[in-house]
């Protein structure tokens, strides 16, 4: 079993930084895409960024050129940097992977808890 833990959430002003965390741990045989989900009040759950095994991230428009998302390989990591925050990024942020967890089974998806970002105007 694969197991996402995030940390990095928290309240924020509008304008300032926030970064999220997530490590993926238990049995993982390899990891083929990560990102980043979020879900506003009344809203539907939206991809907010993803980088895959081959390096090249996708964003959604509303936060391209704000938030940068990166990944560490070796300790199954990966990390969102939110710069510029808008009352608008206020959501619960969700953790995100497509991963085997041992060679003889195929891609599964897999969540984190989620964790709370408030943006104060």
């Known amino acids: 079993q694969v197991q996402l833990v995030e940390s990095g959430g928290g309240l924020v002003q509008a304008g300032g930084s926030l970064r999220l965390s997530c490590a993926a741990s238990g049995s993982i045989f390899s990891i083929n895409n990560m990102g980043w989900y979020r879900q506003a009040p009344g809203k539907q759950r939206e991809l907010v960024a993803s980088i895959p095994i081959s390096g090249f991230t996708t964003y959604s428009d509303s936060v391209k050129g704000r938030f940068s998302i990166s990944r560490d390989n070796a300790k199954n990591v990966v990390y969102l940097q939110m710069n510029s925050l808008k009352s608008e990024d206020t959501a619960v942020y969700y953790c995100?992977?497509?991963?085997?967890?041992?060679?003889?089974?195929?891609?599964?998806?897999?969540w984190g808890p989620g964790t709370q970002v408030i943006v104060s105007s």
């Open positions: 995100y992977a497509r991963a085997r967890r041992a060679s003889w089974v195929g891609l599964d998806d897999y």
